[in-house]
């Protein structure tokens, strides 16, 4: 399994934790999730700030974007980003 297809399952699994109501999920998560998988690393750690100022987690946060930025191509982005859109039109959402 490639590091994108990870990451595509973690999302449907938080996804799921949510309990399933897809429109309920909080506009700010989505652009949240949307900067961190294709956001610019300063816009996204901005977002996170937003809701957060413990350091660990903007420690965390930094490191975790970073990752995606090395390790994720356009196309795995792409893809990452399709999925989930998928999830939330989903009917079973």
């Known amino acids: 399994m490639t ?3 990870a990451l595509l399952l973690l999302c449907a699994a938080l996804l799921l934790i949510v309990g399933g109501k897809c429109d309920d999920i909080c506009p700010a998560l989505r652009d949240t999730v949307d900067l961190f998988i294709s956001g610019s690393h300063e816009a ?3 977002q996170v700030e937003k809701y957060n100022q413990n350091p660990d987690v903007l420690e965390t946060a930094d490191t975790l974007k970073s990752c995606v930025d090395e390790k994720l191509t356009p196309q795995d982005k792409q893809d990452a980003l399709s999925a989930l859109n998928k999830i939330y039109s989903s009917s079973l959402c």
Do not use: T, V
């Open 44 to 46: 996204y750690i901005e």
């Open 3 to 5: 590091r994108a297809g």
